[in-house]
Every structure is written in structure tokens, then in C-alpha cells.
């Protein structure tokens, strides 16, 4: 079984289109996440949920709002994409609070905005 | 904020052989967690090395193991005996430390090309 699953794996679109992006983690941790890595391999955090509570809230536009239904749960919708967002976007977890272990990363979603 | 530099943006080692991937960073914190990060080629980013900031210890994961020098900001990552399989982009991570849940600042990131 798949630890931490995104859907989709790649997403094609429009510009000024709207897209989600889900995520499902199996490990039973309480906090998830979103990291973006750009064209130049860069990686930063975007948001993070702890128990479905807001608790990481990055720059970034308000057009990207991250929804957390339940804490297994942790989806990004993304408002009239810009050429811009086109990224690789990984979910993440992990168990527990500060200074805590490993994050566990899902597959990451290639997202490109024509 | 943090900065993380990883200061060799690509290396190579022979197959067999050792090689240290270097990382130096800032940060405020005293306590606070560093790792390692490998994304090859699938993409998937996967653990593999972890540090305590309070542990004077050096972690060791079997061939990988790290130099971690907390009043110089160093943390470095070996790799010995080196395979195939470990030709990826390593990336150097520590957390914020305090109560950032999990906000890990990523470097650069270093290439690693394994020669057979």
C-alpha cells in the first residue's frame, strides 16, 4: 500500500483554468503537507495542516487554497492558473509536533499550465 | 529565516568509491532535527539520513553517514561504497525547529552521477 498517494500524477491545463490536486496519507500521522518544487529543482513549503487546523500558511497566492476534510486527508485547488504555477507539487506527513521525524512524501504531481 | 547552501550543484564518484556532499546552513534554533533527502530520477524524495542538533553523535545509516558540526553550521553527507542506485539529486534539509511543525528548508540540491 502506497504510504502517502497523490491524484493526479500529471495534470495538463489551461491558463486561467481551475484544478485540485488530492492527497491521502495511510500512516495515521496528524500533520500533512504541501511543498512546491519549481523548474529549478527547488523546493518550498506552501502549507501545513495539523489535525485538519491551518498551522503553515507560506507567501502564496490566494488563488491556492488547501483543504484538509479529515486529517488523512490534504487537497490543494489551485484558482486561474498562471504559467507561473507549473511545478511539481508534493503532498507530505509526518507524526507528532516540533522537532519531529522524517516527512514522508508522496510522488509529487507535475502540473503544467499551457 | 533559514538559508540552507549546498555549494556543489552536481557530483561524481566511482562505483565503490566514497564521496561527501557538502551543507552548510543557518538557523537561530539550538535544538532542531537536519536530514538528507534523496529524489531520483521517479521523483519520489526519500529519506535517507537523519541528525539530532542536540546529539553530538554523528548518525550512521549503513554506507551513508554524516559530519554534522553544529557551531560551524556544517552537515555533511558520505557515501561509501557507492552504487548505481544511489545516482539521484541529494538535497540537505534541517527543520525550523520551535513549534514549525515539520517546515523543512530545502537546499539546492546536489546531483550525484555514479560511474560503473
Known amino acids: 500500500d502506497t504510504a502517502v498517494s497523490q491524484t493526479p500524477k500529471y495534470l495538463v491545463t489551461q491558463m486561467g483554468n481551475d484544478k485540485s490536486i488530492k492527497c491521502e496519507q495511510n500512516l495515521g500521522h496528524d500533520t500533512m503537507y504541501w511543498y512546491k518544487q519549481d523548474s529549478k529543482k527547488f523546493l518550498k513549503i506552501m502549507f501545513s495542516?495539523?489535525?485538519?487546523?491551518?498551522?503553515i500558511n507560506e507567501t502564496v497566492p490566494n488563488r491556492f487554497s488547501p483543504k484538509s476534510p479529515d486529517k488523512a486527508h490534504l487537497n490543494l485547488h489551485i484558482n486561474s492558473l498562471e504559467l507561473g504555477d507549473s511545478a511539481v507539487y508534493f503532498c507530505?506527513?509526518?507524526?507528532?509536533?516540533?522537532?519531529?521525524?522524517?516527512?514522508?512524501f508522496g510522488e509529487g504531481s507535475r502540473l503544467t499550465v499551457l | 529565516a533559514q538559508t540552507v547552501t549546498q555549494s556543489q550543484p552536481e557530483m561524481s564518484v566511482q562505483e565503490a568509491e566514497t564521496v561527501t556532499l557538502s551543507c552548510t546552513y543557518d538557523t537561530s534554533e539550538s535544538d532542531y532535527y537536519l536530514f538528507w533527502y534523496k529524489q531520483p530520477p521517479s521523483r519520489q524524495m526519500i529519506l535517507v539520513i537523519r541528525q539530532e542538533a542536540y546529539k553530538q553523535q554523528n548518525a550512521t545509516e549503513n554506507r551513508f553517514s554524516v559530519n554534522f558540526q553544529k557551531a560551524a553550521k556544517s552537515f555533511s553527507l558520505k557515501i561509501s561504497d557507492s552504487q548505481l542506485g544511489d545516482a539521484a539529486m541529494y538535497f540537505c534539509a534541517p527543520n525550523a525547529g520551535g513549534t514549525s511543525y515539520g517546515k523543512l528548508t530545502f537546499g539546492q540540491g546536489t546531483i550525484l552521477t555514479v560511474h560503473p
Open positions: 507530505a506527513s509526518s507524526q507528532g509536533t516540533a522537532n519531529t521525524g522524517e516527512l514522508f
Open positions: 495542516y495539523n489535525n485538519k487546523e491551518l498551522i
